[in-house]
């Protein structure tokens, strides 16, 4: 086992952050991704309001100050998609690094910081059509569409607490990364030349954002709790530039023409963020948490494309079964469940589309405080009806977290 954990990690560092096709991705930065660890991951993504001492809270910076030990998270993401509408189908699966976060305590209970990396938004699509020129029956237009890329963002946060139950905490994000699309468009008919054009466009982004996170923990009992949660991001822009080039083809697909159309500032605002969550808590036993978020999308247009408002909402449970059991292994394992429903950004055909997924995960103990994380996630995102195109998709998450006592001075030897 011990082998098995050092093998993840060495293979999460190695890692790329690429991910499998989704055709919706070519809307806009592209699928936007969650922003928690393997563990909020299993709970249904909740973790505005959920608290813990033994994983990296990335959703709510607050929630640092329970990291009473240095904890490092990292994880591999292994995707399946399949797809299907009106005579179209297919599959894909691939497989990146999906989690990486350190937190560690400068004033123990009182001041705990975080550094890490995790994806903001990911594009990767191929898509083909092929149809008729309008007013002329007798020629065929035929679209080979791809993208890939995305956003990242490299965070810093620090939690600190100000009374004995409330904290407040800020993340800072470096939102960094390219974006890049190409089209191949055939022009052929029986009378004309064949005609074949690829327009590259690679939009590249660089900005600084921030983001303010709320905690407060009511107690019960020593060991029962109800715990709130607030995040709140300002509207942000994000900043870039756009370099635009066409390239005419011959049929066997050598290069004939190229123009250069040069490189263009672009801006892109990225949406006001509020989100509120809370949880039920029983000390190393259970934990029940319901995250609620919104994201102002309307309001950060831009000229080629309208949104609307992002809506979120999960709601998970966390159990294990009886955490101080040494008899039995599966007792000290942590079984999650959960379930969210997001109403994402982008209209299709004049139809919201809404993405929907079920969570469970498991965190296996390896040594000391540290565990083996595996999750899995069973969703759809958008439909077949209305002219859109439904995607079945599931994710497998193996992760590694270890905590320890790192960089404390031995007083004996």
Known sequence: MKNFFAGLLAVTLTCSLSYGQSIYSFEGLGSLEHQGMPNNFGMG??????????????????????????????????????????????????????????????????????????????????????GTIEGVESVNQVSDDRGEGGLTNFYWSNGFRIKKKL??????????????????TSIIGADVPVSIVNSQNQESYTDLNFLIGLGYRYDFTEKTFL???????????????????WVRLSTTGSELDIQNLGANDIEQDLPETLGFGLSYQKLNNYTVGLDIET????????????????????????????????????????????FNRTKLPYIINEQSLIDFGINFSASLPVSGFSSLDLAFKLG????????????????????????????VQRRYD
Do not use: C
């Open 227 to 245: 715990n709130f949660g607030l995040v709140y991001a300002p509207q942000s822009r994000l900043n870039g530039t756009s370099t635009l080039s």
């Open 380 to 407: 759809q995102l958008g439909e077949t009806g209305n002219g859109l195109i439904k995607e079945n998709y599931f994710n497998i998450i193996i992760g590694a977290t270890i905590n320890d006592r790192w960089f």
């Open 295 to 338: 994201q102002g999308w309307e309001a950060a247009q831009n000229e080629n494309q309208t949104f609307t408002d992002l809506f979120k909402v999960a709601i998970g449970i966390e159990w294990t079964p009886d955490y101080d059991n040494v008899s039995s292994y599966f007792k000290r394992v942590k079984y999650s469940l959960g």
């Open 167 to 184: 904290m407040i905490g800020v993340r800072a994000n470096f939102t960094f990364g390219s974006i890049e699309k190409e089209s191949v």
């Open 45 to 130: 993504e909740a973790g505005i309001g959920a608290p813990t001492a033994w994983h990296v809270n990335t959703q709510n910076p607050a929630h640092l100050v329970y990291n009473q030990f240095s904890t490092f998270q990292t994880g591999i993401e292994l995707e399946n998609r399949r797809f299907s509408g009106q005579d179209i189908s297919g599959t894909d699966t691939n497989g990146s690094l999906r989690f990486l976060g350190y937190a560690f305590p400068i004033m123990p209970g009182k001041w705990s910081s975080s550094i890490g990396i995790l994806p903001y938004s990911t594009v990767n699509y191929n898509t083909f059509s092929e």
